[in-house]
């Protein structure tokens, strides 16, 4: 790990008038100390943000507030998250470890680097590390790598389970830098790789995400978050389905659903949507419409699995969720 200085600002307006060009915000570290230690990130200032008053869990009649600096393990954990968002404790449960998820803040998951081994290791190219050096994962093996929303520069997969659960959920995220705010929705403020995978969102210099917003619907109580991964516990997703479903015994009325383990972002859905509201609510309806959740695919050598394996996840979560056999 290399040299760099250390401030503990009192105030979000201190914080951001103190970051400097070469500056990290540090709130778990849980990604942040684990990159410094690689070298992937070089800051020469870490700004803790721990004080600063971005705390609290509330519900109220306009949606769910949470502030950014909550730990993970709190927010899965409280009453009015299980009860009307079921979908987002289960995405952080499933989420890391839970020593990890009582250290991690949410705003910082949000904002979590990929786990792509050529990303972390320095020795390698990655223009996602180093613009313009090549993306070596493209023709090596990429098993666990994304099939939407790639480039000939970047193949990276988002690493969050929240950040599914969220998108779905149509979550906004509040921006502060001084006294300046402003609110951006979770599924624009990812950007894909394109020609420039090092911008991978839209954070301006300086500024924090100082809390999520939820907006309210009342039928996301019937919500769950499906994660299929090799292994139970402490493992990223191949595949993964946030799924909030407004339905009566046979016929769909409305539901909410991204994918998450397949996309350089997590990925909404707006082509299976239609394709399941107004049908009935049953196995066909459920593959006809998962066939449109890989619309775009660009499947690599090792991960075409990957293909009917989100279509697989998608069927799988409709049916837990609609209570098909």
């Known amino acids: 790990m290399r040299p760099f200085t250390y401030g503990s600002p009192s105030s979000i307006d201190q914080a951001t008038s103190d970051f400097g060009q070469n500056s990290s915000f ?10 410094m230690k690689l070298d992937v990130m070089i800051p020469a200032q870490v700004v803790d943000i721990n004080h600063l008053p971005m ?17 993970m393990s709190d927010v899965a954990e409280h009453p009015d998250v299980m009860t009307n968002y079921p979908v987002i404790s289960q995405a952080l449960l499933k989420s890391a470890s839970a020593q990890i998820r009582n250290m ?3 705003g910082g998951n949000l904002l979590q680097r990929t786990r792509c081994g050529f990303f972390r290791d320095v020795s390698t190219p990655c223009n996602k590390r180093q613009p313009g050096t090549g993306c070596p994962a493209i023709d090596s ?7 939407l929303g790639t480039s000939s520069s970047c193949v990276a997969t ?17 921006l502060q830098s001084g006294n300046n705010e402003r609110f951006v929705k979770l599924d624009d403020f990812y950007l894909l790789p394109g020609d420039s995978p090092e911008k991978e969102n839209q954070l301006r210099p300086g500024e924090l995400i100082t809390e999520i917003r939820v907006p309210l619907l009342p039928w996301a109580r019937r919500s769950l978050y499906l994660k299929i991964r090799d292994r139970e516990s402490y493992e990223f997703a191949l595949s993964s389905v946030a799924l909030a479903l407004d339905a009566d015994a046979n016929t769909i ?25 107004g049908k009935p609510l049953n196995q066909r309806t459920f593959e006809a419409a998962a066939k449109f ?6 499947p690599l050598r090792h991960n075409v699995f990957k293909v009917e394996l989100v279509q697989r996840t998608l069927v799988r979560a409709l049916m837990d969720l609609g209570g098909i056999a």
């Open 141 to 147: 093996w990429n098993r666990g790598f994304a099939i």
């Open 293 to 298: 959740a890989t619309e775009g695919a660009r």
């Open 26 to 35: 540090l709130a778990g570290g849980t990604t942040l100390v684990d990159l």
């Open 253 to 277: 009325r409305d539901a909410r659903l991204a994918v998450g383990g397949v996309g350089t972002k997590p990925w909404n859905l707006p082509n299976v949507r239609p394709e399941l509201i």
């Open 55 to 71: 705390h609290g869990i509330k519900f109220t009649s306009d949606g769910l507030h949470i502030g950014a600096l909550e730990k």
């Open 158 to 174: 988002h690493p969050s389970d929240l950040a599914v659960a969220l998108v779905a959920l149509d979550a906004s995220i509040r």
């Open 104 to 106: 991690a803040s949410m």
